[in-house]
């Protein structure tokens, strides 16, 4: 959609969208998470993300290199004001909860079976930020949500 003639059936798309007071859900094809429709781009038939369609057809562009983030954390939201546009960090700093490997449950603390501790760790700027360890694994939450609100500037959910 970047630079490019993108051709998009309006009332087709809207038709594949559940508005509602929050998100709009679609309810189309999904692909992992994220909302998935048919456009033709550059005289090519191709399938692009739903959100960014909807953005654009809100009357907004999304320059070259530029992500929208999901200020609602729901993938399968196409709604324009849940949408923000975000560099790959910034996009990045705004996910929900642990990764599907952490043990620990807990985005940012895991166990260091060495020292018997809950460990904090932040990558910011490609750098690793925090090592410190904690008896029990809410300070150590603390800790990590207090260093992310430190070095972070879209992280929603560690704000509210």
């Known amino acids: 959609m970047e630079n490019h003639t993108l051709v998009v059936n309006e009332e087709r798309f809207w038709a ?7 998100c709009w859900q679609w ?3 999904i ?6 429709f048919g456009i033709w781009q550059d005289g090519k038939q191709r399938s692009g993300l739903a959100h960014r369609i909807a953005y654009e057809l809100s009357g907004k562009s999304i320059p070259p290199g530029m ?19 975000a560099t790959n960090k910034q996009n990045l700093e705004n996910l929900t909860g ?10 940012g603390v895991s166990w260091s079976a060495r020292a018997k501790l809950w460990r904090i760790s932040v990558v910011h700027h ?20 207090a260093l992310r609100n430190q070095l972070f500037t879209h992280n929603i959910l560690d704000r509210a």
Do not use: M, W
């Open 31 to 36: 692909l992992n998470g994220y909302g998935r």
């Open 98 to 107: 642990a990764t599907r490997a952490s043990r620990s449950g807990v985005r």
């Open 16 to 22: 594949k969208v559940a508005k509602s007071e929050g």
């Open 27 to 29: 309810t189309a094809a």
């Open 67 to 85: 992500f929208l983030d999901h200020t609602c954390h729901n993938k399968a939201c196409v709604n324009p004001s849940h949408l923000r546009l």
């Open 126 to 145: 490609g750098e690793r930020y925090g090592g410190q360890y904690f008896k029990s694994i809410a300070d150590a939450e603390a800790a990590v949500i």
